[in-house]
């Protein structure tokens, strides 16, 4: 059974930085594209960035372009994504996830294997 497990999540100022961490088991991760999503109160999952399965295209959305960077580590089956200048507009739980098939797009949909998630609040 495929397992993911986030960590990282804090609470940090504005302006402040922190990184994410994902963990994946049991899957065949450098076959794989993975990805960032989130999820503020109230509002729906949506997309942050995600990753082709050797690095070579990276996907981030608007909001986050220019403050975050996803990466990957396949010899550690680890995907991370490190955030930088961070508002309270970035305030919400963060899921790390895969997908089942090799060819998907980006988005929240195209993606079966979600772990719990991880905490990031943002104070002003």
């Known amino acids: 059974q495929v397992h993911v497990a986030e960590s990282g999540g804090d609470l940090v100022q504005e302006g402040g930085s922190l990184r994410l961490s994902c963990t994946v088991s049991?899957?065949?991760?450098?076959?794989?594209?993975m990805g960032w999503f989130r999820q503020a109160p109230g509002k729906e999952r949506e997309v942050v960035s995600c990753?082709?399965?050797?690095?070579?295209?990276?996907i981030y959305a608007d909001s986050v372009k220019g403050r975050f960077t996803i990466s990957r580590d396949n010899g550690k089956n680890t995907l991370y994504l490190q955030m930088s200048s961070l508002n309270s507009e970035d305030t919400a739980i963060y899921y790390c996830?895969?997908?089942?098939?090799?060819?998907?797009?980006?988005?929240?949909?195209?993606?079966?294997?979600w772990g719990q998630g991880t905490q990031v609040a943002v104070s002003s």
């Open positions: 996830a895969a997908p089942n098939k090799l060819d998907v797009r980006c988005g929240v949909d195209d993606f079966v294997y």
């Open positions: 049991e899957l065949p991760f450098d076959d794989y594209s």
């Open positions: 990753i082709s399965y050797d690095s070579g295209s990276t």
